[in-house]
């Protein structure tokens, strides 16, 4: 739920009128919303194995 919610500020951040005014904003807030978007897709690999092992008693 925290990158989800990480992800979600990110993208706001990203919508803020002061991206298109400040390019080192926007070059500030593009490379926090990668690594937010990565952090989250990391964290749900990782779901997605743990689920797999409850489920299945192995790794896919």
């Known amino acids: 739920a925290m990158s989800k919610s990480a992800v979600k500020i990110s993208s706001d951040l990203l919508s803020n009128p002061l991206c298109e005014q400040e390019p080192s904003f926007l070059e500030m807030v ?17 779901i997605s194995i743990i689920q797999a092992i409850i489920i299945n008693g192995d790794i896919l």
Request: no cysteine; charged share 35%; glycine share 0%.
């Open 30 to 46: 593009t490379a926090f919303d990668t690594a937010m978007k990565r952090m989250d897709s990391f964290n749900q690999e990782k």
